[in-house]
């Protein structure tokens, strides 16, 4: 694909987070990028998509189903934000079908290990189909801010890493699919794959033990769907080890509106230590030597968002650099892959099941074989 071509996308789950993409899309119309086509079950998600195509005045086909948008063969990329249950079918018709499609999966990349094993497996025999999985968090401005800071050296050797999230509660989803661990993967999965993903890249390293504790304290006691009371938790501490030694904390809670920052990541190296803050989009950095008088504070901004969404402008570069993979034709790999899907996924699986069992759970117990973390 040359750098003008026209790149027609296909978006399969038109709810909020689809909506969101396809607006995003929209945001990218001058670089050739248009939907042709979504495909949704769901009548009002249906209705809602063509109501953006026609402010768009994009022509829009509607699919009430995955297949028969891939069997249309009217696009070249899709973007798959269903719930995280039926991630794993839809990946592997996607894979498996004859035409190749490339892929913007949401997270989390699957719900158990074991799907997202064979998800890898089968992108493997198709090295004409690019697979970026939607960890976004990468690249909000504050956290792409401090990544960079981090990978220049200027906090010297990573040794500790922690995330604080502090938030509202889950959402209202189309048919309350969010309330049940079995449908999300449970929250350590659903919502915390984002801060395990970070954790990794901050520390350079794959993940070897898990130790989490947890439970359904505040949220959701009072819902009940088909006869049944919500099991997703609501609050936790998850402690991660990594191979080189290095440590991460996340400490999430679900009933924390009264916060100033939903996000507070902190990274501390051997010889320094920086900080970034959302959604007050600012980054803090100073080094042992230089101490607390000359902490630098910066502003994160990114000029080349043109849309903020709902997650502070990382959906529009995500976008972005997903496009840029695309037109590479197999020069460049797409930023975030499917390795890094299975890892985030299993750093949560191994956190749920520490809280079940009360103890520390290994890596190689969710992964089942190590060799999938040594080719990463
Ligand atoms: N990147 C982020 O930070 C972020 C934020 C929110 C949600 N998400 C992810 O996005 C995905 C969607 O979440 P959402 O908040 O949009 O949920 P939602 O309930 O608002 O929308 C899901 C849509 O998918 C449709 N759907 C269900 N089964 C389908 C199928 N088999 N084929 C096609 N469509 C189907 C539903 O009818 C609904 O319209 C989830 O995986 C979620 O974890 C990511």
């Known amino acids: ?17 689809g909506r969101e993409h396809f607006i995003n899309l929209h945001h990218l119309r001058s670089q050739g990028v248009s939907v042709v086509c979504i495909a949704d079950p ?11 195509a026609n402010a768009f005045d994009w022509p829009l086909k509607v699919f009430p189903g995955h297949q028969e948008l891939l069997d249309s063969g009217l696009c070249d990329v899709v973007v798959v934000s269903t719930p995280n249950m039926t991630h794993y079918q839809i990946l592997m018709d996607i894979i ?6 490339h892929v913007l999966v949401e997270k989390p990349l699957c719900t158990t290990v074991a799907d997202c094993k064979k998800v890898v497996e089968a992108a493997r025999k198709r090295p004409d189909i690019l697979v970026q999985v939607g960890l976004e968090y990468r690249y909000m401005p504050p956290v792409a801010k401090l990544i960079q800071i981090v ?7 990573v040794k500790m890493v922690a995330i604080r999230e502090h938030r509202f509660p889950f959402l209202v989803k189309v048919n309350d699919w969010n309330r049940f661990n079995e449908n999300t993967g449970g929250t350590l999965v659903e919502k915390c794959c984002h801060f395990f993903d970070l954790m990794r890249l901050f520390v350079g390293s794959n993940p070897m033990r898990v130790m989490a504790s947890g439970a359904v304290d505040v949220n959701h006691k009072d819902e009940m769907y088909n006869g049944k009371v919500p099991d997703i938790i609501d609050n936790a ?20 509106e009264g916060s100033k920052n939903e996000q507070e990541i902190v990274v501390v190296g051997n010889t320094g230590k920086g900080e970034a ?8 950095f100073a080094t042992r030597e230089a101490g607390r008088e000359d902490v630098q504070t910066l502003k994160a901004e990114d000029d080349r968002i043109k849309y903020e969404g709902l ?19 197999g020069a460049k790999v797409p930023a975030v892959d499917l390795q890094d899907g299975l890892i985030s996924v299993a750093i949560g699986v191994a956190a749920q099941l520490s809280i079940e069992k009360g103890r520390f759970i290994a890596i190689e117990e969710v992964m089942e074989e190590l060799n999938c973390i040594a080719s990463a």
């Open 237 to 256: 501490y998850v402690i991660v080890e990594f191979e080189n030694g290095s440590r991460g904390m996340l400490d999430l809670c679900m009933f924390a």
């Open 96 to 101: 498996n079908h004859p035409k190749p499609h």
């Open 311 to 329: 997650h502070h402008g990382s959906s529009y570069l995500e976008h972005l650099n997903f496009l840029s993979a695309i037109r590479a034709k």
């Open 151 to 157: 990978k220049s050296g200027s906090i010297g050797q």
């Open 1 to 17: 694909m040359a750098a003008n071509d026209k790149v027609k996308y296909g978006i399969i789950g038109m709810g909020m987070m």
């Open 42 to 52: 769901h009548l009002q998600s249906r209705q809602q998509a063509l109501k953006l």
């Open 277 to 284: 803050f959302v959604p007050e989009s600012i980054v803090r």
